[in-house]
């Protein structure tokens, strides 16, 4: 993959944020470290990369700004969000769920809510690539770890 089919920075709508656990914070660092460093991203419209991404919530639509590296927006896209609400909401329940384990749960607890937060996580990560198809072509691993942060976008005060 060259870099002209990738993201170069990520960059979230902080307008809304409100004080983050520990956790979270986490994993959005994780999240934007590991996109960086490996992401495929090819809009369909006929641009090339690197880019800079701007994800934000408007208006109950999750808004893509893919921008080059010198800040100028080459295309904006949207997605409604109502698809997502159910999966994020239920990834959260089982978050705090694993959080709460970790600290007091067997080894084998631990693994079980585990393994459910990874479905989810994966179940929200292939709705976003089906979400996206015609928009721009991703992979997995960018998926899953745009939907990370789509869901630390949803921590609003």
């Known amino acids: 993959m ?3 089919g990738k993201i ?3 960059f979230l709508d902080e307008r809304t944020v409100i004080r983050r ?3 979270v914070e986490h994993d959005r660092k994780v999240a934007i470290y590991d996109l960086l460093e490996e992401n495929v991203f ?3 419209d006929d641009i090339t ?3 800079e991404v701007h994800l934000s919530i408007e208006d109950n639509r999750l808004v893509f700004s893919v921008r080059n590296t010198s800040d100028v927006e080459l295309v904006r896209f949207n997605l409604p969000l109502t698809p997502f ?6 990834y959260f329940l089982v978050c705090e769920s694993y ?3 970790i600290k007091s749960a067997s080894p084998s ?4 809510i585990d393994m459910g937060r990874r479905g989810l996580h994966n179940e929200g990560a292939d709705l976003l690539c089906e979400r996206l198809a015609d928009k721009v072509t991703i992979d997995i691993d960018t998926a899953r770890r745009l939907f990370t942060l789509i869901c630390v976008l949803h921590i609003r005060g």
């Open 2 to 4: 060259s870099k002209n």
């Open 8 to 10: 170069a920075n990520i």
């Open 21 to 23: 656990s520990p956790q």
């Open 42 to 44: 090819e809009p369909a």
């Open 49 to 51: 990369g690197p880019f």
């Open 85 to 90: 609400r159910s999966i994020i909401k239920d």
């Open 99 to 101: 959080y709460k384990a």
């Open 109 to 112: 607890q631990i693994e079980a």
